[in-house]
């Protein structure tokens, strides 16, 4: 039936409520929001081992030395907003990103408090909840030849399951994963190279003979859970062995030097330039380690702070702004929402350890940034107290943050699956950060 037809069948008013319970305005509404949708695709830079939210985004000049840290905070081109002086390309581009000052998470554990961050749900060791991008691959089916996930990096913690992975979906959802570093003169995913002496034909021929052992094995195992997955991993196999797409979005030789080294020539660099050529090839989520090997784990500075961050944060300030000013040149910013956040944050008082200051594990309080895909940017959500200690003003939490990652996506936080004869729903909790729409 026509749109028309049905209001002048009903006579419905803009305010009236038809038999199906909807009203014309809800009609309306709806129908605006799925003509004007543009798919949003996701770069995550995770500052793993928990970045100091003190000494980059939140700092405290008038405090006493062992809290403000060593660094001074400097203006940024938007009016009354200071970050660190290390950052001085990322000050400059301040206006493509909102910061989340108020951040607070459900643990101060490595691992644990990884894994919770990227599906906005407390640890379950026997049902675990999907990440993120692996509800994305479930509800938002892809269409390019190449993985709708990736993850650049491996990031599993020896003592938890690896964070933003499947879960309870099933590895069918888990990122595609890539541990070489990106920088490396050799760099290069062979997964999407034919075997030698090949040709498309033969190719062909394998692919019929493999779909027909695939439906004498589906007859004999029909009722066995994993044929279903074997069978998508089959066809995702398949697809992507035969795919030139997916080949060359992981050719950084594609990329001019002159961008390369505006990016950076280390692991993070190169790690945010290649997640910006697979958006562009039409994966949906990427997630970046972000962090160069320092001798220290990731952002994990216990001690020794300021060496290590003396290190870390020129890399991240020249790849991080390096991202949002390529997307945007590229008219790609809109469309792709960039994320920097650590699973939590430091103790508010530097330590005393004998190898050199640092700072402790501290999940009262954080921050992150959120830009692009459709979010506000150049807006600054909470704050904490004087110490960086505990949100005052608009307190997020991990799920908060989740269901707004989650709306931005258009993705149903409701959606239930059922696991080891549970019932459960893909984001239990959160609210969405509104002031960011």
Request: glycine share 10%.
């Amino acid at each position: 039936m026509e749109r028309r037809e049905f209001f002048k069948m009903g006579g419905l008013s803009l305010g009236a409520i038809s038999p199906l319970g909807l009203s014309l305005s809800d009609v309306l509404a709806s129908e605006a929001a799925s003509q004007g949708k543009k798919e949003i695709n996701v770069i995550f830079m995770f500052l793993q081992g928990g970045a100091s939210h003190l000494d980059m985004y939140d700092m405290k000049p008038d405090m006493p030395a062992e809290i403000r840290g060593k660094y001074h905070p400097a203006p940024t081109n938007i009016p009354g907003l200071h970050l660190c002086e290390k950052l001085p390309m990322l000050r400059q581009c301040a206006d493509k990103f909102s910061l989340i000052r108020s951040m607070h998470s459900f643990s101060h554990k490595h691992g644990q408090g990884d894994v919770e961050l990227m599906c906005g749900s407390p640890l379950d060791k026997n049902v675990q909840a999907p990440g993120i991008g692996a509800v994305l691959s479930r509800q938002q089916k892809q269409q390019a030849a190449i993985p709708p996930f990736v993850h650049l990096g491996d990031m599993k913690h020896p003592a938890h399951s690896a964070p933003g992975y499947g879960g309870y979906l099933g590895r069918s959802h888990d990122p595609f994963l890539i541990k070489q570093d990106p920088n490396s003169p050799d760099f290069s995913v062979t997964t999407f190279d034919p075997a030698e002496n090949l040709d498309a034909r033969r190719m062909s021929g394998r692919a019929d003979l493999l779909r027909s052992l695939d439906r004498y094995q589906a007859a004999q195992e029909k009722q066995l859970a994993f044929s279903r997955v074997h069978d998508e991993f089959r066809e995702q196999a398949l697809n992507l062995s035969t795919s030139p797409t997916a080949k060359e979005a992981f050719d950084l030789s594609k990329e001019p030097d002159k961008l390369r080294d505006a990016y950076g020539r280390n692991q993070v660099g190169q790690g945010m330039l290649l997640a910006r050529r697979l958006v562009e090839a039409g994966v949906r989520f990427v997630t970046i380690q972000g962090y160069v090997d320092t001798g220290i784990y990731a952002w994990d500075h216990h001690w020794g702070i300021f060496p290590h961050l003396d290190i870390q944060l020129p890399i991240y300030d020249r790849s991080y702004s390096a991202l949002l000013n390529d997307l945007d040149d590229r008219g790609l910013l809109e469309t792709t929402l960039v994320i920097t956040a650590g699973e939590f944050g430091r103790t508010p008082k530097l330590n005393t350890d004998k190898r050199g200051p640092g700072r402790d594990h501290w999940a009262g309080c954080f921050s992150l940034t959120m830009g692009g895909g459709g979010v506000k940017t150049g807006r600054v959500i909470g704050a904490s107290d004087n110490y960086g200690a505990t949100p005052i003003d608009r307190p997020v939490s991990v799920a908060d943050f989740a269901a707004t990652v989650y709306h931005a996506l258009g993705l149903d936080p409701k959606e239930e699956f059922t696991a080891q004869g549970r019932r459960m729903k893909m984001l239990p909790e959160g609210s969405v950060i509104k002031e960011l729409f």
